[in-house]
């Protein structure tokens, strides 16, 4: 059921990084379930491609690079003079999905690109949740953010999770910040999805095999790549992620939490066990 009189096709919604995988495949099930879908994407490319859906429902929309301040506001201009153009009443969800990452361990990270993963993670999103709030407090709104279950430490993708661990810390502050206009933040917690992003961050670049202090970690990262290869053919569909984002998007009080994904189980008991103990536990894993 909807979570009001108002049906999903006088719902807009926006997600960022829809070029593949979860995004593009979220994108695609809201607005078959009429939803008025807005999907950002960075490189015109993928635009184009998007274009070639023909759902009226979808609109592609390009360019959006986190890393570029300059990108957000004529976004924000061309989605609210679509809503206004559709009669809707505001954004009714902002969905946060962009995001790349490399393998490293901390010693041997790519600080430029750890770089831009700062920025497309929780800076440039922090700074569109700011342009987005005031046509999500019209809308009736909610904001989304699809992340890994980052509260645990994960060796050798602390591009991705420590970003994630930063992201949690700020969707439940906006949470009780945002609590005096009804704007639920909600995590879309995944565990192991197939995503062609998934594919390329869990390689060993060559970059990285040519640092200098690399052999101090090849055989260890050499055993954690075979046994990424064997958790790669085990990861869930994006099309799960989507299914319970739209779940989370019909509920008229969703949960602060949802879970999907191969594995996402465990990672939730790691995380509910005190720290040291989780720590314990994950330095006798690797």
């Given at each position: 059921?909807?979570?009001?009189?108002?049906?999903?096709t006088q719902k807009s919604v926006f997600i960022t990084g829809c070029s593949s995988g979860i995004g593009r495949e979220t994108a695609l099930h809201l607005a078959k379930n009429g939803y008025t879908v807005f999907a950002s994407v960075r490189k015109e490319a993928d635009y184009q491609q998007l274009c070639q859906v023909r759902d009226p429902n979808l609109i592609p929309l390009y360019p959006l690079d986190l890393t570029r301040p300059g990108d957000i506001p004529p976004l924000v201009e061309t989605i609210?003079?679509?809503?206004?153009?559709?009669?809707?009443?505001?954004?009714?969800?902002?969905?946060?999905?962009?995001?790349?990452?490399?393998?490293?361990?901390?010693?041997?990270?790519?600080?430029?690109?750890?770089?831009?993963?700062?920025?497309?993670?929780?800076?440039?999103?922090?700074?569109?949740?700011?342009?987005?709030?005031?046509?999500?407090?019209?809308?009736?709104?909610?904001?989304?953010?699809?992340?890994?279950?980052?509260?645990?430490?994960?060796?050798?993708?602390?591009?991705?999770?420590?970003?994630?661990?930063?992201?949690?810390?700020?969707?439940?502050?906006?949470?009780?910040?945002?609590?005096?206009?009804?704007?639920?933040?909600?995590?879309?917690?995944?565990?192991?999805?197939?995503?062609?992003?998934?594919?390329?961050?869990?390689?060993?670049?060559?970059?990285?095999?040519?640092?200098?202090?690399?052999?101090?970690?090849?055989?260890?990262?050499?055993?954690?790549?075979?046994?990424?290869?064997?958790?790669?053919?085990?990861?869930?569909?994006?099309?799960?992620?989507?299914?319970?984002?739209?779940?989370?998007?019909?509920?008229?009080?969703?949960?602060?939490?949802?879970?999907?994904?191969?594995?996402?189980?465990?990672?939730?008991?790691?995380?509910?066990?005190?720290?040291?103990?989780?720590?314990?536990?994950?330095?006798?894993?690797?």
């Amino acid at each position: 059921m909807e979570n009001d009189s108002q049906p999903a096709t006088q719902k807009s919604v926006f997600i960022t990084g829809c070029s593949s995988g979860i995004g593009r495949e979220t994108a695609l099930h809201l607005a078959k379930n009429g939803y008025t879908v807005f999907a950002s994407v960075r490189k015109e490319a993928d635009y184009q491609q998007l274009c070639q859906v023909r759902d009226p429902n979808l609109i592609p929309l390009y360019p959006l690079d986190l890393t570029r301040p300059g990108d957000i506001p004529p976004l924000v201009e061309t989605i609210q003079s679509e809503i206004q153009r559709r009669g809707q009443p505001g954004l009714y969800a902002l969905i946060h999905n962009a995001g790349g990452g490399l393998v490293a361990p901390v010693e041997l990270m790519d600080l430029d690109a750890f770089n831009i993963e700062l920025q497309t993670r929780l800076v440039g999103t922090v700074g569109l949740m700011q342009a987005f709030l005031p046509l999500l407090r019209q809308g009736g709104g909610r904001i989304l953010w699809i992340m890994t279950p980052a509260i645990i430490p994960t060796p050798y993708v602390t591009s991705i999770h420590a970003c994630d661990f930063a992201a949690n810390c700020i969707l439940r502050t906006l949470d009780i910040e945002l609590k005096p206009w009804h704007i639920p933040c909600v995590q879309i917690r995944c565990g192991g999805i197939k995503t062609a992003s998934s594919l390329i961050s869990t390689s060993i670049s060559e970059t990285l095999q040519k640092h200098p202090r690399f052999e101090l970690y090849s055989e260890r990262l050499t055993n954690w790549s075979k046994e990424i290869s064997d958790f790669d053919q085990k990861r869930s569909e994006p099309v799960k992620v989507a299914q319970v984002v739209l779940t989370s998007l019909r509920a008229a009080h969703p949960k602060r939490r949802y879970s999907v994904g191969y594995m996402v189980g465990a990672a939730t008991f790691l995380e509910s066990l005190p720290q040291p103990l989780t720590d314990r536990i994950l330095k006798i894993r690797f």
